[in-house]
């Protein structure tokens, strides 16, 4: 049976370049970003997080959409690896009935500065909106990190390959 690790956090917490390195270390792997599957959406996109009824159709759109191409990849022999932010259950809940119960869910919660560093290091707080929504979405996952079923890494001091030992160890 393939694997599905779905790797969750704040932005800048590291989910995309672990995600990379995870279906690049194993025989057959694909990275699906989440990002790039919302952002498909050209006319009339709208940020994922807002809670309008549009902003909702869109990350439900999203999320079908990458659950197909994992099954897709899946069903093919690859071990998928997703990267999501994903800051409630609800949002769990629509991944496990979308692609079944054998999901590995890790949240990348490194501390509040690592965060503001990493986005400064790729060039992201002269957007402002993204160091504000890291900021406050640190919180909500703090806040909620002991509630929901994943393996949780503080990942401030580890490094991409000691993250991804941990996550392949699980």
Known sequence: ????????????????????????RVSRGVAIHSDIIRTMVKAGYTLPWLETQEAKDQRKLATKNICD?????????F????????????????YKKNLGKDIKFFLLLPSEETLAK??????????????????????????????????????????????????LSK
């Open 1 to 24: 049976m393939q694997r599905v690790v779905i790797i969750t956090g704040p932005p800048g917490a590291g989910k995309s370049a672990i995600s990379i390195k995870l279906a690049e």
């Open 79 to 94: 071990d998928v690896f997703i990267d999501d932010v994903l800051p409630n259950s609800n949002l769990i809940k629509d």
């Open 118 to 167: 990493r986005l400064k290091d790729r060039g992201e707080v002269k957007n402002d909106i993204i160091f504000v929504r890291a900021k406050k979405l640190h919180e909500v996952f703090f806040a909620i990190k002991d509630k929901i079923d994943w393996t949780i890494i503080d990942n401030t001091s580890l490094t991409i390959e000691e993250t991804e030992n941990i996550i």
């Open 69 to 77: 191409i994992a099954k897709n990849s899946i069903d093919l022999g």
